[in-house]
């Protein structure tokens, strides 16, 4: 079965395992530079691969659901929008937010992307109307974060 490198975008063999490592390793290491107290410059590089990473993922997600199903699952894909949209959001902002709120969404996404490795292999399992309302979730939290800037 092929999966996505997370370097280059190609396919290669074993490399789902690889691309979702380097997913939680990138989570740790933004959670680190923020208990640490590094520079905002780290801190914003660790949010940066953590989006790169993110996104390996998901498109390396999305890839195996589609040699396993002939209909594309709109859902889900809003799902990874919902997320990397939160994270973008983080990012984009992480320089206006003092220490507790900066914590407060740090732990948001976190909980999010943990969520949602641990529900990855059962997705393709639920009923659309499950995928669906976790969607709208995701989606109301990021409009909430939007509408507070």
């Known amino acids: 079965?092929?999966?996505?490198?997370?370097?280059?975008?190609?396919?290669s063999d074993g490399r789902a395992?690889?691309?979702r490592h380097e997913l939680v390793d990138a989570q740790v290491e933004v959670l680190?530079?923020?208990?640490?107290?590094?520079s905002t410059e780290r801190l914003l590089e660790s949010l940066d691969r953590l989006i790169a990473c993110t996104r390996a993922s998901f498109r390396d997600?999305?890839?195996?659901?589609?040699?396993f199903t002939a209909t594309?699952?709109?859902?889900?894909?809003?799902?990874?929008?919902a997320v990397l949209a939160q994270l973008e959001l983080l990012r984009g902002h992480a320089l206006e937010f003092d220490r507790g709120r900066l914590l407060a969404q740090l732990i948001l996404v976190d909980r999010q992307l943990n969520s949602h490795i641990s529900d990855a292999a059962q997705i393709?399992?639920?009923?659309?109307?499950e995928q669906l309302a976790e969607c709208e979730a995701?989606?109301?939290?990021?409009?909430e974060g939007q509408a507070q800037h």
């Open 72 to 81: 594309p699952d709109i859902a889900h894909r809003n799902l990874h929008d």
């Open 124 to 129: 393709p399992l639920r009923r659309p109307r």
């Open 138 to 143: 995701i989606a109301s939290i990021v409009a």
């Open 32 to 38: 680190r530079m923020y208990l640490e107290k590094q």
């Open 17 to 19: 395992s690889i691309i």
């Open 1 to 11: 079965m092929n999966s996505r490198n997370f370097a280059t975008g190609r396919s």
């Open 61 to 67: 997600e999305e890839a195996l659901m589609q040699a």
